[in-house]
């Protein structure tokens, strides 16, 4: 549909989470050969032994799904953040559709650009890391300031704007709502127009919601993990941590794997809501009605 239609506000998340999905799928595929590296263990045989990837730059793999998943995360909220901006233009402001289409550019410049400069920086500061869980390369795994800079910051701040501008938007719908009621004109395309935002406003931001929250309980509580996994190292039989001796038991938090799930799911659930927003355009249905039409024309002609 972006390549018949064109990216817009309405179709750059969904095409967004194509992507992000394409990470998670790339970790599945290969494993833990992606956030894993191999080296010796200098304290013992000198064996080879699997550790999660921290700043690591001889791994293209991991940074393409670094790119995959961070970058088109960032950008699925820019675009989440535009689109409740052209609401806002077209109600509040009555600016027309050829008007917001003029500034389509500049649109275009924040969603990539922004996501762009933040993923290099990144990359030139190594804050890249492996999170074994999901087998993917993201940011802030191991390092709370990383999380806290490139990930939660930015996250809450395209949150707190998107949601500035929904708001504005809904209260000048309703403005003009009210408006048409009092002139006695009809106002049923208006209404189903708020009712389809109103659902994919909520089908977004409760995800959204979600996902900041769990960045920031990882934040806040992984010092907590950390020094609980320090005093059972110490506490338990001498070696227990080692590489050859760890068994891998060792739980410092009992809710620890399903907040991760809870949390891997809200990055990925929202394509949903953007795929159906995608999916229940008529403008999506339209033109893909025309391509029909022209394509069966065209085999007419050709029989």
């Given at each position: 549909?972006?390549?018949?239609?064109?990216?817009?506000?309405?179709?750059?998340?969904?095409?967004?989470?194509?992507?992000?999905?394409?990470?998670?799928?790339?970790?599945?595929?290969?494993?833990?050969?992606?956030?894993?590296?191999?080296?010796?263990?200098?304290?013992?045989?000198?064996?080879?032994?699997?550790?999660?990837?921290?700043?690591?730059?001889?791994a293209p793999l991991?940074?393409?799904?670094?790119?995959?998943?961070?970058?088109?995360?960032?950008?699925?909220?820019?675009?989440?953040?535009?689109?409740?901006?052209?609401?806002?233009?077209?109600?509040?402001?009555?600016?027309?559709?050829?008007?917001?289409?003029?500034?389509?550019?500049?649109?275009?410049?924040?969603?990539?650009?922004?996501?762009?400069?933040?993923?290099?920086?990144?990359?030139?500061?190594?804050?890249?890391?492996?999170?074994?869980?999901?087998?993917?390369?993201?940011?802030?795994?191991?390092?709370?300031?990383?999380?806290?800079?490139?990930?939660?910051?930015?996250?809450?701040l395209f949150y707190?704007?998107?949601?500035?501008?929904?708001?504005?938007?809904?209260?000048?719908?309703?403005?003009?709502?009210?408006?048409?009621?009092?002139?006695?004109?009809?106002?049923?395309?208006?209404?189903?127009?708020?009712?389809?935002?109103?659902?994919?406003?909520?089908?977004?931001?409760?995800?959204?919601?979600?996902?900041?929250?769990?960045?920031?309980?990882?934040?806040?509580?992984?010092?907590?993990?950390?020094?609980?996994?320090?005093?059972?190292?110490?506490?338990?039989?001498?070696?227990?941590?080692?590489?050859?001796?760890?068994?891998?038991?060792?739980?410092?938090?009992?809710?620890?794997?399903?907040?991760?799930?809870?949390?891997?799911?809200?990055?990925?659930?929202?394509?949903?809501?953007?795929?159906?927003?995608?999916?229940?355009?008529?403008?999506?249905?339209?033109?893909?009605?025309?391509?029909?039409?022209?394509?069966?024309?065209?085999?007419?002609?050709?029989?």
């Open positions: 549909t972006n390549l018949l239609i064109g990216i817009n506000a309405e179709y750059g998340g969904a095409l967004c989470y194509l992507f992000i999905s394409g990470g998670f799928i790339l970790g599945f595929g290969f494993n833990e050969d992606i956030v894993c590296a191999d080296t010796k263990d200098q304290s013992k045989t000198n064996a080879n032994v699997s550790v999660v990837r921290q700043g690591d730059e001889h991991c940074f393409i799904q670094l790119f995959l998943v961070y970058y088109f995360l960032l950008a699925s909220f820019l675009w989440w953040v535009i689109l409740n901006l052209t609401w806002f233009l077209a109600a509040g402001l009555k600016w027309g559709h050829e008007a917001i289409a003029l500034k389509a550019k500049y649109f275009h410049v924040v969603a990539w650009v922004v996501p762009a400069i933040l993923f290099t920086i990144i990359c030139s500061t190594k804050a890249i890391d492996g999170d074994f869980q999901a087998n993917i390369c993201f940011v802030g795994s191991f390092d709370n300031a990383a999380l806290q800079f490139y990930v939660i910051g930015p996250l809450i707190v704007v998107g949601m500035t501008f929904l708001g504005l938007g809904m209260v000048s719908m309703c403005s003009v709502r009210h408006e048409l009621h009092t002139t006695g004109k009809k106002t049923d395309k208006l209404e189903t127009l708020m009712i389809r935002i109103g659902m994919f406003s909520v089908l977004y931001s409760i995800p959204a919601t979600i996902l900041i929250s769990c960045f920031l309980y990882e934040r806040f509580q992984r010092s907590k993990w950390e020094v609980g996994y320090v005093s059972y190292c110490l506490s338990e039989r001498p070696g227990a941590c080692d590489a050859e001796q760890y068994s891998g038991d060792f739980v410092a938090d009992p809710t620890q794997l399903t907040f991760n799930l809870i949390k891997y799911l809200m990055m990925l659930v929202t394509g949903l809501s953007t795929g159906f927003w995608v999916l229940l355009s008529f403008k999506t249905v339209s033109n893909w009605v025309k391509l029909l039409k022209c394509r069966s024309k065209t085999s007419e002609t050709a029989v």
